[in-house]
């Protein structure tokens, strides 16, 4: 598609960057969905973004409420085909945070990846972001593993079909809020922004997205209120575990785990993160690969974008 020969406004070009980086998933958007992660670097006026929009209709196609390049009608029917999976796995996801929610370390527990925007197939896992109590983020992991276990929801390492299983991605304890420096970028900003809130306590989500307003040079409209799924989980079950803390949410405890951990992981290691406070484990980590694409799609088509 060339339409490198039209002449487009800084608005318009925003709205085209942020239907092409959706296309690169072949993910459609709703009006919502591309105000809201609207690629800018510039605070753009919700008037300015409505007749920008009215006026890309030669190269930006809509149909049942979605939005996407001409062309890519199939899209739409991909999404709206996969509703009923969409909602399939968010009940596990649901379902595995109200037990994980009585580890008491825990002190959110969000979606991530595809799921957390609605892009899902039937093969996908689920991924989840967890921030845990500072000091405690390897015996949070343990629990973590042994519970999913338990539950027979956890993805395996180099599970061949994870469709539907649990895959804890990315844990951090509270004291490491802020995203890495030299990770801030197009990608990981999508990546925070989309982020699902299911379960917190002392309203870390919140403290999470204060941390990272940085998403806010590349997606200025992002961050909004969401609605968390489960709040500070007080039942029998969590006091029992609270109780339980005490005895085995100690510091030895913690520093036994993370050497038996940090020695398993180091025979399987590849592009994983393991500190003593972040730990972050990518499968299958696209991140350089998306952006080389859309910057690659952005320059063919006379585009530029801050990614």
Known sequence: ???????????????LTTIIYSD?????????????????EEKITRKAFSEALAN??????????YYFLTGKDSF??????????????????????F??????????????GGLAVGNVTEEDDIDLFLIVKKGTLFMTRFWVVCMLEWLGMRRKRNEEFPADKICVNLLVDENRLLWPKKSRDLYSAHEVAQ??????????????????QWIRTFLPNSQDEK????????????????????????KPFETMLRKLQENY???HRTTEIVSKNVLAFHPNDYRMEIISKLRLKCENLGLLTNT
Do not use: C
């Open 265 to 267: 992981m180091k025979k």
């Open 99 to 112: 037990f994980l929610s009585h580890i008491p370390t825990i002190r959110f527990i969000g979606i991530s």
């Open 1 to 15: 598609m060339a339409f490198s020969k039209r002449s487009f406004s800084d608005t318009q070009k925003a709205i």
């Open 24 to 40: 690169i998933f072949h993910f459609p958007l709703t009006f919502t969905e591309l105000w809201k992660y609207l690629i800018s």
């Open 227 to 250: 609605e968390v799924f489960l709040g500070n989980t007080k039942s029998t079950n969590y006091f029992v575990l609270q109780f339980l803390g005490y005895f085995i949410f100690l």
């Open 76 to 97: 739409v029917t991909r999404r709206k085909r996969h509703q009923a999976e969409l909602k399939k796995k968010l009940q596990i996801a649901k379902k595995a945070t």
């Open 56 to 65: 890309l209709s030669d190269v930006v196609a809509s149909r049942d409420g």
């Open 195 to 212: 982020i699902q809130p299911l379960f917190e306590r002392d309203n870390m989500f919140q403290k999470f997205m204060d941390s990272n």
